[in-house]
C-alpha cells in the first residue's frame, strides 16, 4: 500500500496575556494534554514546553520549537485571556492548519483568585485572526474544560489532516473530458487557489508508457494479488495480466511525476478510444488504487478525484465516485423498502459506476465487461469491471466543485446504503437521504453539479464542512439537504 496521506502532529501552545497568573496556563495546558493522552493517540500532539507565550519573543521561540519538534498542525490554546497580538502572529507565521481553543474555569474556588476569562479572550483572538486575514479552525463551542477541548482537538485532527494534505497534493490526469461530457468541468485556478498543483496529460503519453511495460517482471506479482483479492468472482483471468501491466504502469508514473509534491490523486481516461487501444477498461485498476489510498476518478473528472481525496484523509478509509445514476422503481421501492427503513420513494436513487469501486466496499464482487459500452464495442475490448453491490451503512455524499465562472462549490447530504439488492449492474447500491428529492432539485440542478458524487462511507458531514471553510468555500455555497420545513431559497412556497 502506497502511504497517500498526511499524519498529523499538533503542537499545542498555550497563551497567556501578562496581567493574569501564567500559572493558571502552564496547569491547564498540563491537564489538556493528560486529557487527550489518557484518551487518544498521544502521537498526534507535542505539548510545546519551551514557554508560555506572553510576547511576540515568546511567539517566536514557541513556534521555533513547535517547528523543531515536526509539528504539521498548531493548536493555540488561551489557558487565560490570552495576548491577542502574540497569539494571532504565532497562527500567520506557522505554516500549516491552525486552530484555537479555550480554557473554562474549572470551579467555583477559582472565581476569585484564579479566574482566567478566556471565555472573553477568545472573542479578542478571532477578531485579531479576521484583521490580519488568518484562517483557523474555531470550534462549534471553542470554550471547555480539559477534557472538552482534548474532544476538540481531537476533532480537529481529520481536519489538518485534510487541510495539510491539500497544500501537498498534484494531481495527474490523462486526455480531455469524454465528448459530451462538460458537465465535469475543471477550470483549474481554483486548484491553485487552494494550493493544489495539476499535470495534465495527453491518454498517448499514457498509452507509450503502458507499452514500455510489457512484459514487466512486476506482473505475475500483481496478478496474484488479484486473483486473491477477487477469489470465485475471478471471472475474466484472461484479462488480468494487461490490468496489472496498467497498475504497474500508473504506479510508476505516479512516483515519477509527483515531484516536490508529497500526495497524488488521479483523474484517468476510460472511455471512448480507450478500450480499443488499450483492450480492456481500467475500472478494476482504479477500483484498487482507490482501495490503496490513491483516489483514481474515471471520465477526467479532475475535480471529483479532488474530492474522493478529500474524504479519503478525513476518513482513513476509501472512497468512491459514483454516477447520481438513476430512480428506484416503484415496485422496488414498495416491495423492499416501503415501510420497512422510513424513508419515500423521492428519498432514494441508485448510485452506480461501471466497476471503479473498491472490493472492500462491495457486499460481493465479480469481475465483468461493461454492459453499456459493449453496445456499440466488442465484448472482449470491455473487460476490465468490478460488479457488485455496494455493501449497506452510512454514507456521505458529497463534490467540491469549481464553476466555470471560477466559484468555489461544495455539497454535503448525509445518508445510507439501503441493504436492498439492486437487480442491476456494474459497482451499484440504493441509497437513502432524507428530502433527497429536494436536495436533488434545489442544490444539485439548480447549482449546476455534475451527475458524479463522491461517497465516504461513514458519517462525516461535520468533518467537510470545517475543512471546505477552512480552504475557502463560502458557507453560502455549501449546500446539503434540508430538513423538511426548511425552505430552499428557489423552492416554490406553495408546494
Known amino acids: 500500500m502506497m502511504n ?21 496556563s502552564v496547569n491547564r495546558r498540563k491537564a489538556l494534554v493528560d486529557a487527550y493522552t489518557k484518551k487518544y493517540n498521544a502521537e498526534d500532539i507535542y505539548e510545546c514546553p519551551i514557554c508560555i507565550v506572553e510576547s511576540e519573543i515568546h511567539m517566536v521561540q514557541a513556534l521555533e520549537d513547535i517547528k523543531k519538534a515536526g509539528c504539521n498542525a498548531l493548536c493555540v490554546y488561551l489557558g487565560n485571556f490570552g ?13 500549516g492548519p491552525k486552530m484555537f481553543c479555550a480554557a473554562a474555569e474549572e470551579n467555583v474556588g477559582c472565581l476569585s483568585d484564579d479566574r482566567g476569562d478566556a ?110 483479492e477477487l477469489g470465485a468472482g475471478n471471472k475474466k483471468p484472461e484479462i488480468l495480466a494487461k490490468l496489472a501491466q496498467y497498475e504497474i504502469t500508473l504506479k510508476d508514473w505516479i512516483e515519477a511525476h509527483k515531484g516536490y509534491r508529497k500526495y497524488v490523486a ?81 428519498d432514494t436513487f441508485m448510485g452506480f459506476h461501471c466497476g471503479n469501486t473498491a472490493s472492500c466496499k462491495l457486499s460481493f464482487c465479480e469481475m465483468k465487461y461493461q454492459k453499456i459500452m459493449a453496445r456499440a464495442l466488442p465484448e472482449e475490448v470491455t473487460q476490465g469491471t468490478l460488479e457488485g453491490d ?34 442491476s449492474f456494474g459497482s451499484i447500491g440504493v441509497f437513502a437521504i432524507p428530502e433527497m428529492g429536494r436536495f436533488y432539485r434545489h442544490v444539485l440542478i439548480e447549482k449546476g453539479y455534475p451527475h458524479h458524487g463522491a ?25 446539503y439537504n434540508q430538513p423538511a420545513g426548511v425552505r430552499y431559497p428557489t423552492e416554490n412556497p406553495w408546494r
Not at 495576548?83 to 505554516?95: G, V
Not at 482513513?316 to 414498495?334: C, G, H, R, S, Y
Open 4 to 24: 497517500n496521506a498526511p499524519k498529523v502532529k499538533i503542537g499545542i501552545v498555550a497563551v497567556s496575556r501578562d496581567c493574569f497568573p501564567e500559572s493558571l
Open 119 to 228: 471565555y472573553c479572550g477568545m472573542l479578542n483572538a478571532s477578531y485579531n485572526l479576521q484583521l490580519r486575514n488568518i484562517k483557523a479552525y474555531i470550534p462549534e463551542y471553542p470554550v471547555g474544560d480539559a477534557e472538552d477541548c482534548a474532544d476538540m482537538i481531537h476533532g480537529f485532527v481529520p481536519i489538518a489532516k485534510a487541510v495539510y494534505a491539500l497544500s501537498n497534493l498534484k494531481i495527474i490526469s490523462f486526455g480531455p473530458r469524454p465528448l459530451n461530457f462538460l458537465a465535469c468541468n475543471a477550470p483549474i485556478k481554483q486548484l491553485y487557489n487552494i494550493g493544489v498543483e495539476i499535470e495534465e496529460n495527453s491518454e498517448l503519453d499514457l498509452f507509450e508508457a503502458f507499452n514500455k511495460h510489457a512484459g514487466d517482471e512486476r506482473i505475475p506479482g500483481v496478478v496474484k494479488e488479484m486473483e486473491a
Open 390 to 423: 455496494i455493501a449497506p451503512g452510512d454514507i456521505t455524499f458529497y463534490r467540491l466543485q469549481s464553476t466555470s465562472d471560477n466559484i468555489l462549490r461544495a455539497y454535503i447530504a448525509q445518508g445510507e446504503v439501503l441493504p436492498v439488492k439492486t437487480h
Open 266 to 346: 488521479v483523474a484517468g481516461k476510460c472511455w471512448p478510444a480507450f478500450q480499443t487501444q488499450f483492450g480492456f477498461v481500467p475500472c478494476y485498476v482504479n477500483s484498487r488504487l482507490t482501495g490503496q489510498g490513491i483516489p483514481v476518478s474515471c471520465e477526467v473528472d479532475i475535480y471529483g478525484c479532488l474530492s474522493e481525496f478529500i474524504g479519503t484523509v478525513v476518513s482513513d478509509d476509501a472512497v468512491t465516485l459514483l454516477d447520481i445514476n438513476n430512480t428506484v422503481p416503484k415496485d422496488m421501492f414498495n416491495e423492499d423498502i416501503n415501510g420497512k427503513y422510513g424513508y419515500t420513494l423521492q
Open 455 to 479: 461517497v465516504a462511507f461513514g458519517h462525516i458531514g461535520k468533518e467537510l464542512f470545517e475543512v471546505f471553510k477552512y480552504i475557502g468555500v463560502d458557507v453560502n455555497e455549501i449546500g
Open 83 to 95: 495576548p491577542e497580538i502574540s497569539e494571532t502572529l504565532l497562527a500567520k507565521h506557522f505554516d
